[in-house]
């Protein structure tokens, strides 16, 4: 049973630019969160969708950055227009629709913005 | 926002030495995660404690939640340099334990030299 995927694992930006970041969660998971982590700090909570919904996005930034995690294909983050302090790794997990709601990580993208 | 504290932030020893590193909070936790992150990659979980005073043993590695629930603590004994890492105490803010999103501490960054 393949882990939660994410790609890519690195990405350049220029200033300005879009950045997408993919997640694929576990199967049979349909939960996804998504994580930010800046240099040596822990992990920051961004979002929570199960298919086609958002359940709780009370850590995205109000401006430049959506995710979704449509009926198909892999859960995406979009950032629009990225500035030098995106510059981090995100982390996307998964979890089944059971009580334990265990969270499995990706191995993350880390995102330079030059 | 429940508040974790991670110390100390940055420990280095020799293999074959034990160490401790801790996680307070001012809140009460419904529970507490402990993960260990390796360069490169995601969170890999190690542990849940639920119950109050609740010790658990995973090979060389001791946790120990507070009777209060207030507090953890993590113990290796005899440290080799395959436990060198990040660990990361995690809790889900507020009072009930679904799913939902996870608040972590800083992290203990804990380099273990043969």
């Known amino acids: 049973n393949a882990g939660v995927m994410q790609n890519p694992r690195h990405l350049v930006r220029r200033r300005g630019q879009e950045a997408r970041l993919r997640c694929s969660p576990m199967?049979?998971?349909?939960?996804v969160y998504w994580y930010r982590q800046l240099p040596e700090e822990g992990l920051k909570f961004m979002v929570y969708?199960?298919?086609?919904?958002?359940?709780?996005e009370s850590g995205m930034p109000k401006e430049r950055f959506s995710a979704e995690f449509p009926k198909e294909g892999p859960s995406i983050l979009r950032i629009q227009q990225v500035v030098r302090g995106d510059s981090a790794a995100y982390f996307c997990?998964?979890?089944?629709?059971?009580?334990?709601?265990?969270?499995?990580f990706g191995p993350g993208t880390r995102l330079t913005v030059l | 926002t429940q508040l974790l504290e991670q110390s100390p932030q940055f420990l280095s020893i020799q293999e074959g030495e034990n160490l401790t590193v801790y996680c307070n909070s001012s809140?009460?936790?419904?529970?507490l995660q402990w993960y260990r992150q390796e360069p490169g990659e995601g969170p890999v979980l190690l542990v849940t404690v639920v119950t109050g005073g609740e010790v658990k043993k995973l090979k060389r590695l001791t946790f120990q939640f507070g009777d209060a629930r207030k507090d953890s603590s993590l113990h290796i004994t005899a440290a080799q340099p395959g436990d060198t890492g990040l660990y990361l105490c995690a809790c889900r803010p507020g009072t009930t334990d679904s799913w939902g999103k996870l608040q972590f501490g800083a992290g203990t960054q804990v380099v273990v030299t043969p």
């Open positions: 997990a998964s979890s089944p629709p059971t009580q334990t709601g265990q969270q499995f």
């Open positions: 969708l199960q298919k086609e919904n958002i359940i709780d």
């Open positions: 199967k049979g998971h349909s939960h």
């Open positions: 809140s009460v936790f419904s529970s």
